[in-house]
């Protein structure tokens, strides 16, 4: 048995995460957090931007 570990970072469409060539399985996944930042707007609140 020969297994992998991968990190996949989260899209708007579904991902399918698979071992590579050369590996027959995933030992661990690591979903990396969504990229976002947040910043004060004139109107006194948040404003999010995903990306």
Not at 6 to 35: A, F, R, W
Request: proline share 8%; net charge negative.
């Amino acid at each position: 048995m020969k297994p992998q570990s991968k990190t996949v970072t989260p899209s708007s469409t579904q991902q399918t995460v698979l071992p590579d060539e050369g590996y027959n399985c995933l030992s661990q996944v690591v979903v990396e957090k969504i990229p976002y930042v947040e910043s004060e707007n004139s109107a006194g609140g948040l404003t999010v931007t995903i990306g």
